[in-house]
């Protein structure tokens, strides 16, 4: 079984920076891909950030520029640096990993962004 535990997430005024986390465990051993998505209040979830390889990721097109998404294969951990926090980033982050084409997905990290 795979277990995506995700952490960073908090209360951060606009114009901050944030690290997620999120460390894969189990039995697992490759990965495919991973990502971000978010969801607000009210809202869908949405892709923000996913990863394949070091030279292979795609950005949702209101975080480009902003939010950088990265992987450690050894360590089975993707990370979202977020800088340039806007109120419109806020919402619950989910980590997501693809393998043997099943998706896992965390328990979510509460990202809140305060003008």
């Known amino acids: 079984q795979v277990q995506l535990v995700e952490s960073g997430g908090g209360l951060v005024q606009a114009g901050g920076s944030l690290r997620l986390s999120c460390a894969a465990s189990?039995?697992?051993?490759?990965?495919?891909?991973m990502g971000w998505y978010r969801q607000a209040p009210g809202k869908q979830r949405e892709l923000v950030a996913a990863?394949?390889?070091?030279?292979?990721?795609k950005y949702a097109d209101s975080v480009k520029g902003r939010f950088t998404i990265s992987r450690d294969n050894a360590k089975k951990t993707a990370y979202l640096e977020m800088t340039s926090l806007k109120p419109e980033d806020t919402g619950v982050y989910y980590c997501?990993?693809?393998?043997?084409?099943?998706?896992?997905w965390g328990q979510g990290t509460q990202v809140t962004v305060s003008s």
């Open positions: 997501n990993l693809l393998r043997a084409g099943r998706e896992y």
């Open positions: 990863i394949t390889s070091v030279v292979s990721t």
């Open positions: 189990g039995s697992i051993s490759s990965i495919n891909a």
